[in-house]
């Protein structure tokens, strides 16, 4: 039965590590089955207390979450009240404990429910690719900014982004700029890539769920490992936009357990001072991007004055044009731009 076979939980890391677990981490027992029938908001009141009990994040919006997915809708507050307060079926109530029994492992609620909204999409997710956070919706709200902006006079855009995860930027990108078409003769054509088969594959899946695979090529491609391919597959690009890996090294055990035991590791890890890969990325980035075309990077807030001084040391056809912080104020943003040439220093089309 699935009863006794998720209760056989995860009980803390292989490498036996005690850091970040807690004494409390040791079992994630589901709390018993209902003998009788219940409502949703009984279920709700029992499992965010049990999610506290066991030291579960967010306890709150992960029950929630979980019960308006099996509902059939997006969130617990657009459901009717009489839904919430009728007696749940049998099968409903199961597959509420199934769903939250994983939540109780850690499994993050996205991959529970297997999808997640993005902006104003819908997105199959599913362990280990990437799970796009909130600050990755400002980061794309920016690129937008300067497409829209600049669309009429600059003529149709590419975009490549590096590490594309579930391709949730790509996605927006492409679906944010459909009426393009009355200005251009091809709307925002997208390029991605990500050293992940499960990424590659999964941002496919979306694509084609939203109807946007025939704007949108997806490349199995490392760009530490790929230079010469990735410098092979496009030219001419528009914005250049990536969330990579950008934690330091001895920050990752700091991580929550949803994320050290379920996510890529290798999407998170940027390396001791978290810029492998943004390096890599900027040192390309002159021979990928248009003349003026950008780059837009999600990094950590310790890095955009460490992003500059590199790149005002070592990359001469890039210009740093600012650091844009996110909605808590932290510094989370980097915007750079390819200048043609010495003299176009310090000129700034946008």
Partial sequence: MWRAALRACLTGRSNGSKGIWGSRMHTCTAPAFPAARITAVQAMA??????????????????????????????????????LTELLSQETTEQIWKLCTRRLS???VQYVIKEWDF??????????????RPETEELVELVLADLQTHQAANGPHTSLEVGCGSGAISL??????????????????????DQSEAAVALTWENAC????????????MDVMQDADSVLGLC???????????????????????EILRFEDHTALDGGEDGLNVIRQILALAPQILSD????????????????QRWVEANVEELRYVGTHHDITSRPRFCILQKEKSNKDQGRDPY
């Fill in 292 to 307: 003026h075309g950008r780059v837009y990077l999600e990094v950590e807030p310790r890095h955009p004055p460490l992003i």
């Fill in 106 to 108: 850690r499994m993050p």
């Fill in 172 to 193: 927006s990108l492409m679906k944010s700029l459909p009426q393009v078409r009355l200005l251009f003769i091809n709307p925002l054509e997208a390029v991605a890539l």
């Fill in 235 to 257: 030219s001419s690009v528009s914005a250049l936009v990536s969330n990579p890996p950008y934690v330091f090294s001895e920050d990752m055990e700091t991580l929550e357990p």
């Fill in 46 to 83: 029992l499992w965010r207390r049990h999610f506290e009990d066991r030291g579960v994040t967010e306890p709150g919006p992960s029950i929630q979450h979980i019960t308006a997915h099996v509902l059939g809708a997006k969130t617990v507050e657009s459901l009717e009240q009489q839904k």
């Fill in 209 to 220: 769920r939203l109807g946007l695979q025939g704007r949108l090529q997806v490349h199995h």
């Fill in 119 to 132: 902006r104003d999409l819908t997105l199959k997710m599913r362990p280990p690719v990437f799970i796009p």
